[in-house]
T-cell receptor, first 111, second 112 residues
Framework: TQLLEQSPQFLSIQEGENLTVYCNSS?????LQWYRQEPGEGPVLLVTVVTGGEVKKLKRLTFQFGDARKDSSLHITAAQPGDTGLYLC???????????FGTGTRLKVLA | KAGVTQTPRYLIKTRGQQVTLSCSPISGHRSVSWYQQTPGQGLQFLFEYFSETQRNKGNFPGRFSGRQFSNSRSEMNVSTLELGDSALYLC???????????FGPGTRLLVL
């Protein structure tokens, strides 16, 4: 069974703090996506990482793809209440058109 | 470019009934995937269609079925609804050769 484990599951922090969310698997992915989802809505794409070791920055968000393409991390600097939501990682299994979704990290940023 | 659209957004059914959900992908996207999302199980893959053919299928019972039309629009059908089918059903589309999926807003189904 292919799994994509995210940690932590829940995170409640104060505005201005930094945080890191991890996404780990024993499977190798050809690409990995990060999404943010608000209640009752569909996941919204944040970034796609493709190359092992790749680092992408999106304003205060930094995404890293592991060298072996089995894991990824999302780091948020100076979190704001608008960052509140469910963060999901999703790995694409090479050549299969199959995606495995992580269990999700529910982030709450308090003002 | 318009995003992925799903109709209806909300649906209430009773046990034993059947339901059909619709998804229109982003223009030019030929791959459409369906997912079920529940608080306990997270996002679970149902099936994926490409050029009117089911290319992948998840581990769901035969009550869950889908199809894709020549214009890439897709429908999924759930027959003999059970209480446990209550969930947010998400549709995602992607371009040929691209692995990034773009999601619609979902259809929230409540089975009473």
């Amino acid at each position: 069974t292919q799994l994509l484990e995210q940690s932590p599951q829940f995170l409640s922090i104060q505005e201005g703090e930094n945080l890191t969310v991890y996404c780990n698997s024993s499977s190798v992915f050809s690409s990995l996506q990060w999404y943010r989802q608000e209640p009752g809505e569909g996941p919204v794409l944040l970034v796609t990482v493709v190359t092992g070791g790749e680092v992408k920055k999106l304003k205060r968000l930094t995404f890293q793809f592991g060298d072996a393409r089995k894991d990824s991390s999302l780091h948020i600097t100076a979190a704001q209440p608008g960052d509140t939501g469910l963060y999901l990682c999703a790995g694409a299994l090479s050549g299969t058109y199959k995606y495995i979704f992580g269990t999700g990290t529910r982030l709450k940023v308090l003002a | 470019k318009a995003g992925v659209t799903q109709t209806p957004r909300y649906l209430i059914k009773t046990r034993g009934q059947q339901v059909t959900l619709s998804c229109s992908p982003i223009s030019g996207h030929r791959s459409v995937s369906w997912y079920q999302q529940t608080p306990g199980q997270g996002l679970q893959f149902l099936f994926e269609y490409f050029s009117e053919t089911q290319r992948n299928k998840g581990n769901f019972p035969g009550r869950f079925s889908g199809r894709q039309f020549s214009n890439s629009r897709s429908e999924m059908n759930v027959s003999t609804l059970e209480l446990g089918d209550s969930a947010l059903y998400l549709c995602a589309s992607s371009q040929q050769g691209q692995e990034t999926q773009y999601f619609g807003p979902g259809t929230r189904l409540l089975v009473l």
